[in-house]
């Protein structure tokens, strides 16, 4: 038996935050972003939109592209690290406002491997019983991004994407899922400041210690070849080749991260999925939100095989090989 996505929604706040912005903001230029990054704009939540806000329209959506009402729902996943609370989880206030009544609801912590990793544990659940579950990447990144830090404010931004995994009639549908993690680079990427180990203080705001941290030429290298190598582990898993894919549905990170990924595996430009011009790294958001536009803009056809992969904070790094 297997599991199949059923139904993918996304939903990105109003405002829009322009690189020529970020240039009146720290020392950088549009030319500088779009050369190291490939981002040209991401949208950022208003005052007062939260994590739950985004993730409840992207929910809806995907909601009415499977077809089945929220209270059909059997659980409720939300891959975030920008909930709107420490506690409750964030899941629960979405399985209220959607009113999935019988649905259970928790949160899931991977950072941008968040949505993969949800997606994996979807996948058991359907295949040992459950009906359907809904799975949501969202993300206030602009929260606890340092403004001031021009290292890290040009890449993230805002954004939810949500897919509703159900029982598969054939045998199409989610043909297997990678998870990894290397504690060891648990460094790379961190937010210090508002957990247990340094919890909130006059000092550790003063220390802008709530903000992410990044050790951004280490992150790139580990990435591309934490990309590669799953990619590669993937498809031959499952007997298949980089020739077999249709669309490769990477986490939306860096244009150059993505560039050298797909050369290295041979993977044709038009092979792969890349919006994060308009939207940044949207951490767990970024796989949902592409995925939700390819199938919008038709490069996802019944039968084709799409690879999403992804990597982040942890190191966590994630694949999944689907047949549509
Ligand atoms: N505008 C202008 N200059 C900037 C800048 C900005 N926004 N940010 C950094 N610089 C400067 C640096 O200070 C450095 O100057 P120096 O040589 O005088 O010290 C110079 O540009 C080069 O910095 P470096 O860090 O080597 O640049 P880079 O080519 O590695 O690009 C990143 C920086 C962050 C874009 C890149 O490392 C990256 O994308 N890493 C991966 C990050 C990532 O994907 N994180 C999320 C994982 S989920």
């Given at each position: 038996?297997?599991?199949?996505?059923?139904?993918?929604?996304?939903?990105?706040?109003?405002?829009?935050?322009?690189?020529?912005?970020?240039?009146?903001?720290?020392?950088?230029?549009?030319?500088?972003?779009?050369?190291?990054?490939?981002?040209?704009?991401?949208?950022?939540?208003?005052?007062?939109?939260?994590?739950?806000?985004?993730?409840?329209?992207?929910?809806?959506?995907?909601?009415?592209?499977?077809?089945?009402?929220?209270?059909?729902?059997?659980?409720?996943?939300?891959?975030?690290?920008?909930?709107?609370?420490?506690?409750?989880?964030?899941?629960?206030?979405?399985?209220?406002?959607?009113?999935?009544?019988?649905?259970?609801?928790?949160?899931?912590?991977?950072?941008?491997?968040?949505?993969?990793?949800?997606?994996?544990?979807?996948?058991?659940?359907?295949?040992?019983?459950?009906?359907?579950?809904?799975?949501?990447?969202?993300?206030?990144?602009?929260?606890?991004?340092?403004?001031?830090?021009?290292?890290?404010?040009?890449?993230?931004?805002?954004?939810?994407?949500?897919?509703?995994?159900?029982?598969?009639?054939?045998?199409?549908?989610?043909?297997?899922?990678?998870?990894?993690?290397?504690?060891?680079?648990?460094?790379?990427?961190?937010?210090?400041?508002?957990?247990?180990?340094?919890?909130?203080s006059e000092k550790m705001v003063a220390e802008r210690m709530q903000y992410i941290k990044m050790k951004g030429n280490e992150t790139f290298k580990v990435a591309v070849r934490t990309l590669e190598d799953?990619?590669?582990?993937?498809?031959?898993?499952?007997?298949?080749?980089?020739?077999?894919?249709?669309?490769?549905?990477?986490?939306?990170?860096?244009?150059?991260?993505?560039?050298?990924?797909?050369?290295?595996?041979?993977?044709?430009?038009?092979?792969?999925?890349?919006?994060?011009?308009?939207?940044?790294?949207?951490?767990?958001?970024?796989?949902?939100?592409?995925?939700?536009?390819?199938?919008?803009?038709?490069?996802?056809?019944?039968?084709?095989?799409?690879?999403?992969?992804?990597?982040?904070?942890?190191?966590?790094?994630?694949?999944?090989?689907?047949?549509?």
């Amino acid at each position: 038996m297997r599991s199949r996505i059923a139904g993918t929604g996304s939903y990105v706040p109003a405002k829009v935050l322009t690189n020529a912005d970020l240039e009146r903001m720290v020392a950088t230029s549009d030319e500088w972003i779009v050369e190291r990054t490939g981002i040209r704009e991401r949208h950022v939540a208003g005052p007062g939109e939260a994590c739950s806000d985004l993730a409840v329209k992207a929910a809806e959506r995907a909601l009415a592209a499977a077809g089945i009402s929220a209270a059909d729902l059997d659980l409720i996943l939300l891959a975030t690290c920008t909930g709107d609370y420490p506690l409750p989880a964030t899941a629960c206030v979405i399985q209220h406002r959607l009113g999935a009544t019988k649905a259970a609801a928790c949160d899931l912590s991977a950072a941008c491997c968040g949505f993969v990793y949800a997606l994996s544990v979807a996948d058991a659940y359907v295949k040992t019983g459950m009906r359907h579950v809904l799975i949501i990447g969202s993300e206030v990144m602009s929260g606890i991004t340092d403004w001031t830090d021009r290292n890290t404010c040009i890449l993230f931004g805002d954004g939810a994407g949500a897919a509703v995994i159900s029982a598969s009639e054939n045998d199409r549908g989610i043909l297997s899922t990678q998870l990894r993690s290397d504690g060891t680079l648990c460094d790379l990427i961190e937010v210090p400041g508002g957990g247990s180990r340094m919890p909130p203080s006059e000092k550790m705001v003063a220390e802008r210690m709530q903000y992410i941290k990044m050790k951004g030429n280490e992150t790139f290298k580990v990435a591309v070849r934490t990309l590669e190598d799953i990619a590669r582990e993937t498809l031959a898993a499952s007997g298949l080749s980089v020739e077999d894919l249709d669309l490769y549905v990477p986490h939306q990170a860096n244009i150059r991260i993505l560039k050298a990924v797909a050369s290295r595996l041979g993977l044709p430009p038009e092979k792969v999925m890349l919006n994060l011009d308009r939207y940044g790294n949207t951490s767990a958001a970024s796989i949902p939100i592409a995925l939700d536009e390819a199938l919008r803009q038709g490069r996802i056809k019944e039968g084709s095989l799409v690879m999403l992969g992804s990597f982040g904070a942890g190191l966590t790094w994630a694949s999944a090989l689907i047949r549509w």
